[in-house]
């Protein structure tokens, strides 16, 4: 695994995750780390392994979900040749791959039982026999761990060994989700959104809208700091004036007004109960309904002149106003200046 690893914020917890990686990463010992998708496990891994004393060694990657569980022993320990159906030549697994150095396992909580039983005994001993062999070959491997899965819960569920999370739980780091890193997503924001802007050529970054800056800000990020990236970078290609901050941001790509509807539910069949009505998130603290109902008229003005290129004739279009009343509006909410005519 080579990347240029990037660790960008400010927040406290984001810190504290990073620097326990930086005073765990010389130990000999194995590390978990857990966290929601997007979050940077991988890149938490690779700080382990370039921090350690065995930087210059190798770093192997396996993926535990990518393989079938007829597979991942096979790829984890190796196999002699005719060991199984199409294993024509012996090959060397990822323990032999990764030896004096780290191997890195990802989704660690899809392991099959038969996988977990022998990497057990590869962290207890150090020890790995190929499939089709019966002679055990000693490796020194440093073993990180990751996981989005809750592991302790799923040992008392008997569905992942416990005697296997002992072994691995010397440390357990737990990155924040972004939703949490106060201050850090407009901090991200700006480093994605300058590199893209210097991928696409533009003279010079111009920054953010505030009406942008907000949406970011408030939006929950459930793919953390990839989904991020994924959201700045294409607002920032889609954005045509380079001399104008970026003013408008799409959180999900397949939002269209031509997306395909969905399959009607045919009337014989039993249709799910209704789910009971529940208020959106923050209408408990309203106290005063006209300067709540004029907030949102207003963040629903900036968001559409956002869209449309502050162009006031194509936003009324799209907000199914007349031109006259769009520019009451905008002069209601003193955003009269915003935009061309």
């Known amino acids: 695994m080579e990347r240029e690893a990037q660790f960008i914020g400010q927040s406290v917890a984001f810190l504290d995750a990073v620097e326990r990686a930086s005073r765990a990463a010389p130990l000999r010992r194995p590390v978990l780390v857990v966290g929601e998708r997007g979050t940077g496990k991988e890149l938490i891994a690779e700080r382990l392994h370039r921090l350690s004393a065995r930087w210059d060694?190798?770093?192997?990657?396996?993926?535990?979900a990518a393989l079938p569980e007829t597979l991942i022993e096979a790829e984890l320990f190796g196999h002699e040749a005719g060991a199984f159906t199409g294993a024509s030549r012996a090959r060397a697994g990822c323990f032999e791959e990764a030896d004096k150095?780290?191997?890195?396992?990802?989704?660690?909580a899809t392991l099959s039982?038969?996988?977990q039983e022998r990497l057990l005994r590869a962290v207890e001993y150090g020890e790995i026999t190929r499939i089709g062999s019966s002679r055990p070959i000693s490796v020194d491997v440093r073993i990180v761990a990751a996981t989005n899965e809750d592991l302790p819960r799923l040992a008392v569920q008997g569905k992942f060994r416990s005697d296997l999370l002992d072994r691995l739980s010397f440390e357990v780091i737990t990155l924040p989700p972004l939703r949490v890193r106060e201050g850090d997503v407009l901090v991200l924001a700006e480093y994605f959104g300058r590199r893209m802007a210097s991928e696409?050529?533009?003279?010079?970054?111009p920054g953010f809208a505030e009406v942008a800056a907000r949406a970011l800000e408030a939006h929950p990020w459930p793919g953390n700091v990839r989904e991020l990236r994924n959201v700045v970078e294409r607002a920032v290609y889609r954005w045509d004036d380079w001399q104008q901050p970026v003013a408008h941001v799409?959180?999900?790509?397949?939002?269209?007004p031509w997306k395909p509807a969905a399959m009607p539910i045919p009337a014989n069949e039993d249709r799910p109960e209704r789910a009971p009505f529940q208020a959106p998130a923050g209408l408990d603290g309203v106290s005063d309904l006209r300067a709540a109902v004029d907030a949102h008229e207003r963040a629903i003005l900036e968001h559409a002149l956002g869209r449309n290129r502050f162009n006031q004739r194509q936003t009324a279009k799209a907000l199914g106003l007349s031109y006259d009343q769009l520019r009451h509006c905008l002069k209601k909410h003193g955003l009269l200046d915003r935009g061309a005519a």
């Open 57 to 64: 060694e190798p770093l192997v990657v396996m993926n535990c």
């Open 200 to 205: 696409l050529g533009w003279r010079e970054w």
């Open 250 to 256: 799409v959180f999900d790509p397949f939002e269209s």
């Open 101 to 108: 150095g780290t191997l890195f396992l990802d989704e660690l």
């Open 113 to 115: 039982f038969g996988a």
